[in-house]
């Protein structure tokens, strides 16, 4: 079960997001402080099923997806809303023995490429981060229970 809320570490500062919805038994959708109805500031949770084809079991999918949208400035002068995003997606083929230790994997190496300065992912979440937090976030993306 993921928490009710999350904080990101963002350049020096950190922002909340709360719990706002789960959407079709595999996504969770949190809302940060500037959400509004015209205006986006989502953290997503995905997973997505595998499809079977032959004898392959197929691949199941995990990602976090983080949209702001953010005004831009055009060509022309004027300015528009225009959607941020960022993700962090993981894949892995159904069948593999002890898919948590790859996703965790995974998930550490995707961190320690970004060289920034975080080799933990708990690193990015605020200071009350866990292992268990990350394993919370394994077990979402292996077929765990949502919230």
Do not use: C
């Not at 004027?78 to 994997?105: C, F, K, Q, Y």
């Not at 998930?107 to 394993?135: C, H, K, R, W």
């Amino acid at each position: 079960m993921l928490p009710s809320s999350i904080t990101l570490g963002t350049a020096g500062s950190s922002v909340v997001f709360e719990y706002h919805e789960t959407v079709g038994g595999d996504k969770l959708v949190y809302h940060g402080p500037n959400h509004s109805d015209r205006r986006r500031q989502t953290l997503e949770f995905i997973r997505t099923a595998p499809k079977r084809s032959g004898v392959n079991y197929g691949t199941r999918r995990g990602f976090i997806r983080k949209t702001t949208d953010v005004d831009v400035t055009n060509a022309d002068g004027s300015t528009a809303m225009s959607p941020s995003v960022s993700t962090l997606g993981i894949n892995w083929p159904v069948g593999v023995d002890n898919a948590e230790d790859l996703v965790r994997g995974e998930i550490y190496a995707l961190f320690s490429v970004l060289q920034i300065g975080m080799t933990n992912p708990l690193d990015f979440f605020d200071n009350n981060a866990s292992e268990t937090e990350l394993d919370t976030i394994v077990a979402f993306f292996t077929e765990g229970s949502l919230r």
